[in-house]
T-cell receptor
């Protein structure tokens, strides 16, 4: 079964502090992992995907197949990073996305 | 706005009534997806279409739910005999099978359904 777990419902940090949003997955094959973000009153949008291996808005995420994790990191949080973040998985033969429950990131000034 | 659009944005209905939602994907996208999101949860997959063919349906999609994409463009999701448990945000997404954003799913704003 495909499953994505985001253990934290809320992560609150001060501006300038490092951020790590945790994501663990369960999948027997070779998944594709994504982070989606939803800012207040906006639609869900793709932040980054593991195969592109790029940094978006200062965020990076590395797929660790041994630990089945895809944690999202940013060295210095900014207030505009405050949003809901969802980790998602797509199986190698499927097209649907399996989402975690999401983590609210609050960056305090 | 050339993104995915959904109508209506909000729907309040009484238990037992039928409701229909519409999704207009990005024009060149041939894949269309429906998800449902309840409070405190991430989106859950319901079904998806490639052009007009419905290729996968989730077990979440009971017999009261039906989705169509008759001409491979817009899609409708109908819920018959609504129940309070159907109250949720219904999200639509579309994706392309070519180009640099191959398979990236673009989401609409959602339709929020409240069943009273």
């Amino acid at each position: 079964a495909q499953r994505v777990t985001q253990p934290e419902k809320l992560l609150s940090v001060f501006k300038g502090a490092p951020v790590e949003l945790k994501c663990n997955y369960s999948y027997s094959g070779s998944p594709e992992l994504f982070w989606y973000v939803q800012y207040s009153r906006q639609r869900l949008q793709l932040l980054l995907r593991h195969i592109s291996r790029e940094s978006i808005k200062g965020f990076t995420a590395d797929l660790n197949k041994g630990e089945t994790s895809f944690h999202l990191k940013k060295p210095f949080a900014q207030e505009e990073d405050s949003a809901m973040y969802y980790c998602a998985l797509r199986g190698e033969y499927g097209n649907k996305l399996v989402f975690g429950a999401g983590t609210i990131l609050r960056v305090k000034s | 706005d050339t993104g995915v659009s959904q109508n209506p944005r909000h729907k309040i209905t009484k238990r037992g009534q039928n409701v229909t939602f519409r999704c207009d994907p990005i024009s060149e996208h041939n894949r269309l997806y429906w998800y449902r999101q309840t409070l405190g949860q991430g989106p859950e997959f319901l079904t998806y279409f490639q052009n007009e063919a419905q290729l996968e349906k989730s077990r979440l999609l009971s017999d009261r739910f039906s989705a169509e994409r008759p001409k491979g463009s817009f899609s409708t999701l109908e819920i018959q005999r609504t129940e309070q448990g159907d109250s949720a945000m219904y999200l639509c997404a579309s994706s392309s099978m070519s180009g640099t954003d191959f398979y990236e799913q673009y989401f609409g704003p959602g339709t929020r359904l409240t069943v009273t």
